[in-house]
């Protein structure tokens, strides 16, 4: 009679640790299935990006959110980085690059020009976060 109350205690035990496991691969799986969360921002948070504020005739959105590369090449030519497919924009239009701990951006002859806060630049010239960019009509918002 003791012998069949151990027996029975033992199942029980192993019963409740088979449980307790089911229920642990249960609330792993639900986390690893759950869909993510939606954002336009890049997944790294210390990953500088471009935010379209006018896209003109570009192909881009209003909002959209593009992360920078260290050397990243804007223009309306497909081998760019960042393409903005507007009329206004040349084909190289700029390079944005990481270097000596800021980042740059320089204008590569382009046909109207590049300006930051609505300054015309002809030499390499230091981004700040909330600059805003303009490459012929396209409008972009820096965040470093």
Known sequence: MERDIIILLLRLGLLAILYVFLFELFVILW?????????????????????????????????????????TGIGRGEANSIVLADPSVSAEHALISQRLGHWWIEDLDSTNGTFINDVRIDQPTVLGSGDIVRLGTVRLRVHI
């Open 31 to 71: 986390r690893d299935l759950r869909p993510p969360t939606t954002s336009l921002r890049p997944e790294q948070p210390d990953v500088p990006w471009l935010e379209i504020l006018e896209p003109a005739a570009s192909g881009r959105t209003v909002g959209e959110q593009i992360p920078l590369q260290p050397m």
